[in-house]
């Protein structure tokens, strides 16, 4: 099932590393996962907005960011925008491409890369239509992505950009656009490549403005913010994260309030503010000025309320404010704010996450071998999947 916009940014925001993919094509019911028994045309199913049942035997012709086009075997063809259109269950899909969804969505990214090679030979067979070839190869570029960022492998990060630039070559309007152009940005990146990250964003940031999709345009800053960060530029990505936040706030209000894009931009919105907020506090730890952690500390303070009661703004203020304690040497009163955090926000994992790090260094501080043990095992265990997980392996 495919849910178009909102899970495809919203996954975006869910890492550091950039979003997931949203596409997730469902198999027909009863159907055996194979491309053999697929070849059949009319086998696709469309559900949109306001009806009560899906369209059956229908074949989807086209699926873009722009549009979703289909033909029913008799009467006129029929199309929506993506935003509203529910779900799409293809006829023909890959029996690679189901074996890699699966093997993506429970973190196997190393065999997901390898099912996910095998599209393109469904492809070439003539057993599924020739759009799978560009999904495969943007859940390709994606799983390769990932494997690189865990192994700190360059050569993979560019293997993944490869991948992605394919992806995009084959189908420069694919509803995966966002996810593909995101990904190339950071596998470049990952890769050494700065200056193709960053024109990867640039050509990203001006589809996103052609087609009036301010969300994707918002998504550009987070992740130019991020890249800027990585780099060794704070300055510059605070600036970009404030930029964030101030797109978000202007454009929400031109955006209907029951559009998921709305909700979508506020989360972006805050995390532009969090994201500041972090970038203030590594400057502050490079220039070693107090001037500059006092900058951080007051930022951080502040942001409960200038995140407008979000739990990811309270959770990133005490995780902000415990972080200055504990540069200042202040490693118990630190403590406290860690454990606030680790205890009472659960909404927001990946501050619980960074909490858990932290409340580690506390206890570390604080002469505690064991402490620090158990608030790392704590972190690998529920939280394995975090980068601060990744640190503490």
Known sequence: ??????????????????????????QKPGAAPGPEVLKEKFKDEVLVKGAKAPLAGVEVTGESFEKVEWKPRSGPPGSRPPSEVLS?????????????????????WAE?????????????????????EARGLAYLGD??????AKEKNPARSLEAAKAFEESLL??????LLDTVCLGLAEA???????????KALDGFAKTAS?????????????????????????????????????????????????????????????????????????????TKSPGDMDAARAFFESLPREAGGNAAGKAASLNGVGSVLLSQGKAREALEKFVEVEVTMFAVPEEVARALWHKAEAWKALGSPAGREA???????????????????
């Open 88 to 108: 799409i269950a293809y006829g023909d899909t890959p029996s690679n491409f189901v074996k890699g969804m699966e093997a993506w969505r429970t973190a196997r």
């Open 375 to 393: 608030a790392l095992r704590d972190l690998v265990e529920y939280y394995g999947w975090s980068e601060w997980a990744e640190r503490a392996r």
């Open 143 to 148: 799983s390769l992505r990932r494997v690189a």
């Open 112 to 132: 997901a890369a390898q099912e996910f090679r095998g599209v393109a030979e469904a492809v070439r067979s003539k057993v599924c239509r020739p759009f799978w």
């Open 188 to 198: 470049r990146a990952g890769g050494g490549d700065w200056d193709g990250a960053f």
């Open 210 to 286: 052609a087609s009036g999709r301010v969300a994707w345009e918002a998504s550009v800053h987070l992740a130019r913010g991020r890249l800027l960060e990585r780099r060794g530029d704070v300055a510059g990505a605070a600036a970009e994260f404030e930029e964030l936040a101030r797109f978000a706030s202007s454009k929400a209000s031109s955006v209907p309030s029951d559009s998921p894009d709305r909700a979508l931009l506020e989360r972006l919105r805050v995390s532009g503010l969090v994201n500041k907020g972090w970038a203030l506090f590594a400057r502050a730890e490079k």
């Open 1 to 26: 099932m495919r849910t178009p916009a909102l899970l495809a940014a919203a996954a975006l925001l869910a890492a550091a590393a950039l979003p997931a993919p949203a596409q997730d094509v469902k």
């Open 170 to 175: 084959k189908d420069p309007k694919s509803p």
